[in-house]
C-alpha cells in the first residue's frame, strides 16, 4: 500500500526556475528517499535522509524532513530540461522488520520547458 | 551502489502463457531483491521480497501463485507471472538492497519490463 501523497501530481516550469515538491507520510520511518524516473525506465535514487535528519544537499537537490509533521520536501534548483521526470519519495517503515523495504509515494510529474 | 539488469525489457505473448522475468545484480551479492508493479502513470507497489535461499514474502493482495518468485542464487531473482491475462499487463521492475538488515541504505533498480499480454 502507499504510504502516503506527494504534491503537487504534476509541475510546469521553466528552466532556470526552482522547482519544489513535497510528499507526506504516515508511519514512523527509519529514512526517507527521493528517486527519479524518465519516462519507461527504472528509478534512479537521489538522495537518502535519514529520521535524525532535518536537511541534506546534494548538488542542486535540497531535502528537508519534518517527521513532526510526517513531511519531506525535495527543491531542485535552476531546473533544466533534463530534469523532466517523475520524482517519487519512498520511506522505510520502522516496522519492515529489518529487509529496507520501501514504500513509494505517487509522485510528481516534472516537466521542465525550455 | 549495485547495477542491476533486468530481462526482458519488453514481452508481449498471448493470454494464458507464462513469462518469465529476470533481475541480476551485477556487482553486488544480493541476498535480498524487491519486486514491484506499476501502472501507467502510477507509483510503485511492492509485489513481493525475495531472499535468497528461501521462501519470497508476498504482499497482502498479491496471488503467491500468479507471481512465482525464485531467488536461488545472490545474483539472480525471478519473477514468473503464470497464466497470464490481460490485466497482469503492467511494467515490473525489480530491486537490490545493499543494506542487509541495516535500512539506511537505498535500493538499486533495473531498468523494468513492460508486459503485454494479448
Known amino acids: 500500500s502507499q504510504q502516503g501523497e506527494e504534491d503537487p501530481q504534476a509541475l510546469s516550469i521553466q528552466e532556470g526556475e526552482n522547482a519544489t515538491m513535497n510528499c507526506s507520510y504516515k508511519?514512523?520511518?527509519?529514512?526517507l528517499q527521493w528517486y527519479r524516473q524518465n519516462s519507461g525506465r527504472g528509478l534512479v535514487h537521489l538522495i537518502l535522509i535519514r529520521s535524525n535528519e532535518r536537511e541534506k544537499h546534494s548538488g542542486r537537490l535540497r531535502v528537508t524532513l519534518d517527521t513532526s509533521k510526517k513531511s519531506s520536501s525535495l527543491l531542485i534548483t535552476a531546473s533544466r530540461a533534463a530534469d523532466t521526470a517523475s520524482y517519487f519519495c519512498?520511506?522505510?517503515?520502522?516496522?519492515?522488520?529489518?529487509?529496507?523495504?520501501?514504500?513509494f509515494g505517487a509522485g510528481t510529474r516534472l516537466a521542465v520547458h525550455p | 551502489g549495485a547495477v542491476v539488469s533486468q530481462h526482458p525489457s519488453w514481452v508481449i505473448c498471448k493470454s494464458g502463457t507464462s513469462v518469465k522475468i529476470e533481475c541480476r545484480s551485477l556487482d553486488f551479492q544480493a541476498t535480498t531483491m524487491f519486486w514491484y508493479r506499476q501502472f501507467p502513470k502510477q507509483s510503485l507497489m511492492l509485489m513481493a521480497t525475495s531472499n535468497e535461499g528461501s521462501k519470497a514474502t508476498y504482499e497482502q493482495g498479491v496471488e503467491k501463485d500468479k507471481f512465482l518468485i525464485n531467488h536461488a542464487s545472490l545474483t539472480l531473482s525471478t519473477l514468473t507471472v503464470t497464466s497470464a491475462h490481460p490485466e497482469d499487463s503492467s511494467f515490473y521492475i525489480c530491486?537490490?538492497?545493499?543494506?542487509?538488515?541495516?535500512?539506511?541504505?537505498?535500493?538499486?533498480f533495473g531498468d523494468g519490463t513492460r508486459l503485454s499480454i494479448l
Open positions: 530491486s537490490v538492497s545493499t543494506g542487509g538488515w541495516t535500512s539506511n541504505q537505498p535500493q538499486h
Open positions: 519512498a520511506t522505510a517503515p520502522s516496522f519492515s522488520g529489518g529487509y529496507n523495504k520501501l514504500i
Open positions: 508511519t514512523s520511518i527509519n529514512n
